[in-house]
C-alpha cells in the first residue's frame, strides 16, 4: 500500500472574480521510504501542490476537488496497534478507507493540525527564517517534540533534541545557541532536525537547498538521504532545479501551469524522456557528462494560470505544437507503449507517463529538442 495517493486534485486560488487554476487535476503516489520529487518552472504549482496536502495554503487557497489518501489516521480514530478502528472505516461520516488510509483532504483544520508533525512535516521554502530568533534552537526542537507529544518527560525530550541535532551534522553542544549564532547552511539542518522532530512518516521538503552555495547543498542532501535511509521517511522534495532531483530523487514529476506532464522512475523521466517540456527543461540545466553542453532555454514564460484555456499548457511553448493540443490538456500516455510507436493511455499512477498527443513519435521529438533552431521557431510561431 502507497504512503500517499493523490486523484485528481486541483487547487484553486480566489483572485477577484477570476480563479488561479494553481494545481489542475494532478495524480500521483508515494511509497513508503521513498523520495518523490516534483520539478519544473516558478510558478507551475509545486509549492501550492506540497502545501494543499497539509491545508496551509494562503487564505485565499482551497482544494476544489480531489483526494489526498494517506496511510495514517487520527489518534483518536485509532486502535491499539495504531490502525483505522473497524467501526470508523464503517462509517461514511469518517473519511476512511476499508485499507485504513484516510483522506487528508476532507479534515478540518483542527484535525489536519493532528496529522503534521506527527505524520507529515513540512520543511518550509526559506526555512533558514523559519527558526525563532528569541529562542535557543535546541529549545525550539524541545518545544516541537512537547507540543506533538505531551506524554514524553522533558529530559527525555531534551536528549531527543540534542541527538537529532547531532543526526544532522552539528555538534550537539550547539543546541543551546541562538539561530543567529548559527551559519546558513546549520540553520536549514536545525530546520530539518525540527521536521524530524516527532519522527513523522513523511518529510515535504520545498526548495531544500536553494539558498546554499553548491557545497553545503550536497552536504545537505546527503544528510537528507541518510535521515531517509534512517529512520525510513518519505520526503516529497519541491525543486526547480533538475540536478537536485536527479540526484536525490525516487521518483519524479515535472510540472507545468499547474499540470503534471510528465512522472515515473527518474532514471526513466530525465533520461528517456518522453515529454518536450522535459527535454526543454533538460536543455537549460548543466550536466555533469556533458561538459560542452550549449545550454538552450526554452523561449517565452509559464501562464498566468488566472482562468487557463483548455489546451495543453504547454502548447504557446511548445516546438512540436500540433491542432490537437489546443483541444483539451492530454491525458496521461504510457511512455513504455510510445517507445514502440503507440499511443495507449496509462492505467497505473506509478510507471513511466507523459501529457503529450505527440507521444508516440518519441524518437523525432529527442532528436528536434537538441536543436536550438527548433526552439526559436515556437516563438516566431506564437
Ligand atoms: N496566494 C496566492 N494568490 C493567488 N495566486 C497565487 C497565490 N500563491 C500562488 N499563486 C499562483 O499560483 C501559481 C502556482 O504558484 P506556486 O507558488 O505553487 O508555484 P511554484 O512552482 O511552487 O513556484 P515557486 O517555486 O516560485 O514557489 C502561480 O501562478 C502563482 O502566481
Not at 494532478?26 to 501542490?49: M, N, R
Not at 496511510?71 to 485509532?78: A, I, N, S
Not at 461520516?93 to 513540512?122: F, H, K, S
Amino acid at each position: 500500500m502507497s504512503l500517499l495517493e493523490v486523484n485528481d486534485l486541483c487547487v484553486r486560488y480566489d483572485a477577484g472574480d477570476k480563479q488561479v487554476h494553481a494545481v489542475d487535476g494532478v495524480s500521483f503516489s508515494v511509497e513508503h521510504g521513498e523520495t518523490y520529487g516534483l520539478v519544473g518552472e516558478s510558478g507551475c504549482g509545486k509549492t501550492t501542490l506540497a502545501k494543499s496536502l497539509m491545508h496551509l495554503l494562503d487564505s485565499n487557497g482551497y482544494i476544489e476537488s480531489g483526494e489526498v489518501w494517506f496511510d495514517g489516521t487520527l489518534p483518536e480514530w485509532e486502535d491499539e496497534h495504531g490502525n483505522a478502528r473497524r467501526e470508523i472505516i464503517d462509517d461514511d461520516r469518517y473519511p476512511v478507507r476499508a485499507d485504513g488510509m484516510t483522506d487528508l483532504a476532507q479534515l478540518d483544520n483542527q484535525q489536519i493540525r493532528d496529522v503534521r508533525w506527527r505524520n507529515i512535516a513540512l520543511i518550509p521554502q526559506s526555512a533558514m527564517n523559519a527558526l525563532n530568533p528569541v529562542y535557543k534552537v535546541g529549545d525550539q526542537i524541545v518545544e516541537a517534540i512537547l507540543r506533538h507529544e505531551p506524554d514524553t518527560p522533558p529530559e527525555k525530550a531534551h536528549e531527543r533534541a540534542r541527538d537529532l541535532i547531532e543526526r544532522v551534522g552539528i555538534d550537539p553542544d550547539r543546541a543551546d545557541d541562538y539561530a543567529h549564532q548559527y551559519s546558513g547552511g546549520m540553520k536549514q539542518r536545525a530546520v530539518i532536525a525540527m521536521a524530524m522532530a516527532c519522527n513523522p512518516d513523511m518529510l515535504i521538503a520545498d526548495e531544500p537547498t536553494t539558498a546554499l552555495d553548491v557545497i553545503i547543498q550536497d552536504r545537505i542532501l546527503e544528510e537528507l538521504e541518510e535521515l531517509q535511509e534512517e529512520f525510513d521517511v518519505a520526503i516529497l522534495v519541491v525543486s526547480h532545479d533538475v540536478s537536485v532531483m536527479a540526484e536525490i530523487c525516487d521518483k519524479l514529476a515535472v510540472m507545468y501551469g499547474g499540470k503534471m506532464m510528465e512522472s515515473g522512475p527518474m532514471q526513466d523521466v530525465l533520461v528517456d524522456s518522453a515529454n518536450p517540456y522535459t527535454l526543454g527543461l533538460k536543455n537549460s540545466f548543466p550536466t555533469v557528462e556533458e561538459v560542452d553542453q550549449n545550454l538552450i532555454s526554452i523561449p517565452g514564460s509559464p501562464p498566468t494560470l488566472l482562468d487557463p484555456s483548455d489546451g495543453c499548457r504547454f502548447a504557446p511553448r511548445c516546438p512540436f505544437v500540433v491542432d490537437e493540443c489546443h483541444t483539451s490538456h492530454p491525458p496521461m500516455y504510457d511512455a513504455e507503449q510510445a517507445e514502440t510507436g503507440k499511443r495507449t493511455e496509462a492505467s497505473s499512477p506509478h510507471t513511466h507517463r507523459s501529457a503529450c498527443y505527440r507521444v508516440d513519435e518519441l524518437e523525432t521529438m529527442r532528436t528536434e529538442a537538441r536543436k536550438e533552431e527548433k526552439w526559436q521557431q515556437t516563438t516566431q510561431t506564437h
